[in-house]
Nanobody
Framework: QVQLVESGGGLVQPGGSLRLSCAAS????????MGWFRQAPGKEREFVAA????????YYAESAKGRFTISRDNAKNTVYLQMESLKPEDTAVYYC??????????????WGQGTQVTVSS
């Protein structure tokens, strides 16, 4: 079993920044990828960013490119999502997940509980 705990969400004004963290515990050996997804009210959960756990290769949704940065600290079993230039349309519950792919959420088998990000003035 793997447990994932997100933190760092909150209320931020448009143009602001937030840094999300996701701490993993349990059987984290052989993790292939860690990803961030988000789900806005009334919408499907969508891919935001992912990182190859061992090599560090990163992948982003078009909406995240140039504004969001995913990174990881292998020693701390933690993955981060630095979000800059936030827009109201970034408002959603953000989930981290551990999986066997990058952008396909059905390839992710462990999920955190989610953290709310609200972008509003």
């Amino acid at each position: 079993q793997v447990q994932l705990v997100e933190s760092g969400g909150g209320l931020v004004q448009p143009g602001g920044s937030l840094r999300l963290s996701c701490a993993a515990s349990g059987r984290t050996v052989s993790t292939f990828a860690m990803g961030w997804f988000r789900q806005a009210p009334g919408k499907e959960r969508e891919f935001v960013a992912a990182i190859n756990w061992s090599r560090g290769n990163t992948y982003y949704a078009e909406s995240a490119k140039g504004r969001f940065t995913i990174s990881r600290d292998n020693a701390k079993n933690t993955v981060y999502l630095q979000m800059e230039s936030l827009k109201p349309e970034d408002t959603a519950v953000y989930y981290c997940a551990r999986g066997a792919s990058y952008s396909d959420l059905y390839e992710y088998n462990y999920w955190g509980q989610g953290t709310q990000v609200t972008v509003s003035s």
